[in-house]
């Protein structure tokens, strides 16, 4: 078993303009994966909900080892990161079918391995990229 961070990506826009109905069936898909999570045995390490991206500050090189710092998301498209689960204690593909209730609302997941370091070295990582 393996641990799995869950991107979830929205449109800010997309997002402002739920109707009541689309955000108590977005809170359901959420509470509904939760508790999936609970009776599989999975463990939510932790969870949170990103604020807007336009509230975002980005840093990135200047590229004459400076940095460049503005307001606002560094991406430029209209779906940026909206939030996460770090579940533990899961298989990818049990995970998967899991998270696909979140697919709604027009914003799409991204399951990714995490990886932990001791001592500097990457461990329960490599496993976790093919793990079913």
């Known amino acids: 078993?393996?641990?799995?961070t869950v991107v979830l990506y929205r449109d800010d826009?997309?997002?402002a303009a739920l109707t009541q109905e689309e955000r108590?069936?977005?809170w359901a898909a959420h509470s509904g994966f939760q508790q999936r999570c609970a009776d599989e045995g999975w463990e939510i390490v932790t969870t949170?909900?990103?604020?807007?991206?336009?509230r975002a500050r980005s840093l990135r090189s200047d590229?004459?080892?400076?940095?460049?710092?503005?307001?606002?998301?560094y991406a430029e498209t209209a779906e940026q990161v909206a939030g996460f689960y770090l579940v533990a204690r899961t298989k990818l593909d049990a995970l998967t079918e899991a998270v696909s209730v979140l697919v709604l609302n027009g914003e799409s997941v991204e399951i990714?391995?995490?990886?932990?370091?001791v001592d500097g070295v990457?461990?329960?990582?490599?496993d976790a990229l093919t793990a079913s």
């Open 48 to 54: 949170r909900a990103l604020g807007a991206a336009a």
């Open 1 to 4: 078993m393996s641990e799995f």
């Open 122 to 126: 990457p461990v329960d990582g490599d």
């Open 112 to 117: 990714r391995p995490t990886v932990r370091f």
């Open 63 to 73: 590229g004459r080892a400076g940095i460049i710092v503005s307001d606002g998301p």
């Open 24 to 26: 108590e069936r977005a």
């Open 13 to 15: 826009a997309r997002d």
